[in-house]
C-alpha cells in the first residue's frame, strides 16, 4: 500500500512542478498579457495599458515616446507591413512592479523596411524588455527596450 502511494506520488510530480499562469506574479502575469498584445498587434487592448502619462523607450534607439497616442502612432508604424512578430520570453523576474523579460524578439516582414525591397525578412533579435508597471491602475508606466541591433544587422548581411 505505501508503495503504490509513492509510486502514485512521484508520477504525478512532474504535474506539480508545471507552473500555471495563475502561480505567477500578479506583476508578472500583466507583462505577459501586455506583451501578448503588442505583438499581437491589438492596439485596443494595448491602448488600455497606456494614459498620457505612460512612457516607451528603446534606449539602444535612442527612442522616446510619452503619452498612449504617441506610443500608439509609433508602434503601428513599426508593425505596418509585418507578417510575424512575437517576444519568446526565455527568462523573466520582477522585483515590485519592476518586470524584467530576457529573451528573443522574432520578426518576420518587408525586407523594404530595411533596404531590401522585394525580400521577406526574418530576424531574431535578443532583447531585455522591462515594464514598471501601476497594478492597481492596470497601466503601464514605462517599456523601455534594450535590444542587440549588432545581431540585428548581422543577420541581415546574410539576407
Known amino acids: 500500500m505505501i508503495r503504490y502511494f509513492l509510486y502514485s506520488l512521484l508520477a504525478l510530480t512532474p504535474l506539480f512542478a508545471q507552473a500555471n499562469p495563475g502561480d505567477m506574479p500578479k506583476e508578472q502575469q500583466m507583462a505577459v498579457k501586455y506583451i501578448q498584445a503588442l505583438t499581437d498587434h491589438d492596439y485596443r487592448t494595448l491602448g488600455s495599458f497606456y494614459n498620457r502619462d505612460s512612457i516607451f523607450i528603446d534606449r539602444t534607439a535612442s527612442k522616446k515616446y510619452t503619452g498612449r497616442r504617441d506610443i500608439l502612432e509609433f508602434f503601428e508604424r513599426a508593425h505596418r507591413g509585418v507578417l510575424e512578430y512575437d517576444f519568446n520570453i526565455e527568462h523573466m523576474y520582477n522585483s515590485g512592479s519592476l518586470v524584467i523579460m530576457i529573451g528573443n524578439y522574432h520578426y518576420r516582414g518587408p525586407g523594404s523596411l530595411f533596404g531590401k525591397p522585394g525580400k521577406v525578412i526574418e530576424l531574431a533579435i535578443p532583447g531585455v524588455t522591462t515594464v514598471k508597471l501601476d497594478l492597481a491602475n492596470h497601466r503601464v508606466t514605462?517599456?523601455?527596450?534594450?535590444?542587440?541591433?549588432?545581431?540585428?544587422?548581422?543577420?541581415?548581411?546574410?539576407?
Open 142 to 159: 514605462q517599456h523601455e527596450d534594450l535590444m542587440d541591433y549588432q545581431t540585428m544587422q548581422d543577420q541581415l548581411a546574410t539576407q
